[in-house]
C-alpha cells in the first residue's frame, strides 16, 4: 500500500516509528509536511499537492496533525476525505477532541464518566455555579488548552471567581471557559490509554513529579505502566468511539465514583511505548490495512 504520513516532524519519535512499522509490513510510506501542502478548491475536482506532487494515488493516510495547526491540518485532512482516500482519522474527529467542551458534551451523552462542569460566559452567578460543582478547590480550564497550560486549580471561592473574571475579560470571542469539580481521589495522577480500532494496546499512569496537580509529561510528568479494569477498558473504547477516532489517546482519573475521563487526544504521543514496552505502531499499521482495503474495495462496487 501507499501510505501517506501528514506530520510536520519527520525527526519526531512517532512519525519515525510509524514510517518504521508501516517499511516493516511491505508499504511504501512518505511523511508529508500539511504545512506545506496546498488544497486547490475547484468543482468536482478538490486536489492536494505536496512539492508539485498531486496526493490522490496514496492508498490510506495517517494525520498526526499538531494542537497549534489544527484549522490548517483538518482543511487538508478534509480535501482529501473529498478525494475519496481513505483516512485513518476524520478531519471531524480531529476537530472535535481539539475541543474540551465539544468533547465532553459528546461524552456525557454517550454515557461516559465525566468531571462535573459547567460552561458560561460570566461571572455574576459564579455563587450558586460553584454549588453545583460541591466542595472547593474547582479546576478552571480553557476549552482549547493543551499541556497542561490553561488549567488552573482554584482553591477558594475568591480565587475562583477573580481567575474566572481575568479569563472572560480576556477571551471575549475567543475560547469557552470551563467549570470542572476537582478530582481529589488521585489528585496529580492521569491514566493515558492508547486506543486502536476498539481495542486498549498500551496505559500508562501519569504522576507528576513535584507538587503540581497536573500530570502531563510536558509539564514534568513521569508514566509508569499500569494495568486497566475491565471497567476502565470499556470506558475508554467507548470514548474513542464517541469521539469517532480509530486511533486516541484517551486521559481519564479514578474517583470513587469510577472512570472520569478529561480528555480524548486525536494524535496520541508514541512516547507510551517506550513507558509500557508496548508497541503501539504496528496496531495502527494493521488498522490502516485492514480498513483502507475494505473501504477502498467497498467503493469499487459503489456501495
Ligand atoms: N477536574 C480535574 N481534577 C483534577 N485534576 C485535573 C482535572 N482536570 C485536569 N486535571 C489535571 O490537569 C492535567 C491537565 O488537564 P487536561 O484537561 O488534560 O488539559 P491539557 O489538555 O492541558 O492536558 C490533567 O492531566 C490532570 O492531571
Ligand atoms: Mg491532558
Do not use: W
Amino acid at each position: 500500500m501507499k501510505i501517506a504520513i501528514l506530520s510536520n516532524g519527520n525527526g519526531n519519535y512517532s512519525t519515525k516509528r510509524l514510517v518504521e512499522e508501516a517499511k516493516k509490513r511491505g508499504h511504501e510510506v512518505r511523511v508529508i509536511k500539511y504545512r506545506d501542502c496546498y488544497a486547490s478548491i475547484e468543482k468536482n475536482n478538490p486536489t492536494v499537492s505536496y512539492r508539485g506532487v498531486d496526493l490522490s494515488g496514496y492508498d490510506a493516510i495517517i494525520p498526526r496533525i499538531a494542537s497549534n495547526m489544527t484549522r490548517y491540518g483538518t482543511a487538508i485532512v478534509r480535501q482529501l476525505e473529498m478525494q475519496g482516500l481513505y483516512t485513518v482519522s476524520s478531519s471531524i474527529a480531529i476537530t472535535r477532541s481539539r475541543d474540551k467542551l465539544r468533547s465532553l458534551q459528546l461524552l456525557a451523552k454517550a454515557g461516559v464518566g465525566i468531571p462535573k462542569t459547567i460552561v458560561s460566559r460570566n461571572s455574576t452567578d459564579i455563587d450558586s455555579l460553584l454549588e453545583k460543582l460541591g466542595d472547593m478547590p474547582v479546576i478552571i480550564k480553557l476549552a482549547r488548552g493543551t499541556h497542561g497550560n490553561g488549567v488552573v486549580l482554584a482553591e477558594t471561592k475568591k480565587a475562583a471567581k477573580s481567575v474566572l473574571q481575568a479569563f472572560y475579560l480576556t477571551n471575549e470571542d475567543g475560547t469557552n471557559i470551563l467549570l470542572q469539580e476537582f478530582v481529589k481521589e488521585s489528585a496529580g495522577t492521569d491514566i493515558r490509554a492508547f486506543v486502536v480500532g476498539g481495542r486498549v494496546v498500551a496505559s500508562m499512569k501519569r504522576q507528576s513529579l513535584d507538587d503540581d496537580f497536573r500530570s502531563n509529561l510536558h509539564k514534568g510528568g513521569e508514566g509508569t505502566v499500569i494495568k486497566l479494569t475491565d471497567e476502565e477498558k470499556k470506558m475508554v473504547i467507548k470514548a474513542a468511539k464517541a469521539m469517532g477516532l480509530n486511533v486516541a489517546g484517551v486521559d481519564f482519573m479514578r474517583s470513587a465514583r469510577g472512570p472520569l475521563i478529561l480528555e480524548v487526544n486525536s494524535s496520541p504521543g508514541f512516547g507510551i511505548e517506550k513507558v509500557t514496552g508496548r508497541n503501539v505502531a504496528a496496531p495502527i499499521i494493521e488498522y490502516v490495512e485492514i480498513n483502507a482495503k475494505r473501504r477502498n474495495k467497498k467503493d469499487k462496487v459503489g456501495a
